[in-house]
T-cell receptor, first 114, second 111 residues
């Protein structure tokens, strides 16, 4: 298996621009998670899906953030408009099952907003 | 109060040392305990997985859960420079709708 795939690996954009991050989970996994990692705040859960349905989005910082999962093999995290404080590494992870499920992380997207 | 607390370090040890990494958690309902290893500029990778209490050993790594004290540990024997990474603990429960990650402990093993 190729593991969790994320694109792009690096993104540099100017403040105010729209940013779209993409994720392909491991085939057969029914849970997908989006995380953000910064030095100050560590790893933060933004939102997670079960069978393509958003279950908990309480970690999404603002309305500028939105996430979709149109099918079992693809998810997007969109930031519109982007701000410098959104600069972070964004990880996608997937698992089979939730509380007992082992999460497998993608390589991350390093976002820099100038 | 955070659900899980982890000393951020950094922790620096000489090669061959025994390393002890720890997390404390607040809710006794947690049943699933994991340790992830994250190399610089990489995603976290699952290292150890434990359900309920007790010990689990995998090569040089031992995960220990003490539910009475709400304390989990990861021991690394004969530490190697290749073990230099950030180690994150993660906990969850069947009745909860999410996992909780510790802030991570940065480990440096000096040759």
């Amino acid at each position: 298996d190729a593991g969790v795939i994320q694109s792009p690996r690096h993104e540099v954009t100017e403040m105010g621009q729209e940013v779209t991050l993409r994720c392909k989970p491991i085939s057969g996994h029914d849970y997908l998670f989006w995380y953000r990692q910064t030095m100050m705040r560590g790893l933060e859960l933004l939102i997670y899906f079960n069978n393509n349905v958003p279950i908990d989005d309480s970690g999404m910082p603002e309305d500028r953030f939105s996430a979709k999962m149109p099918n079992a093999s693809f998810s997007t995290l969109k930031i519109q408009p982007s701000e410098p404080r959104d600069s972070a590494v964004y990880f996608c992870a997937s698992s089979s099952g939730l509380a007992g499920g082992k999460q497998y992380f993608g390589p991350g997207t390093r976002l820099t907003v100038t | 109060q955070k659900e899980v607390e982890q000393d951020p370090g950094p922790l620096s040890v000489p090669e061959g040392a025994i390393v002890s990494l720890n997390c404390t958690y607040s809710n006794s309902a947690f049943q699933y305990f994991m340790w992830y290893r994250q190399y610089s500029r990489k995603g976290p990778e699952l290292l150890m997985y434990t359900y309920s209490s007790g010990n689990k050993e995998d090569g040089r790594f031992t995960a220990q859960v003490d539910k009475s004290s709400k304390y989990i540990s990861l021991f690394i024997r004969d530490s190697q420079p290749s073990d230099s990474a950030t180690y994150l603990c993660a906990i969850g429960a069947a009745d909860f709708n999410k996992f909780y990650f510790g802030s991570g402990t940065k480990l440096n093993v000096k040759p």
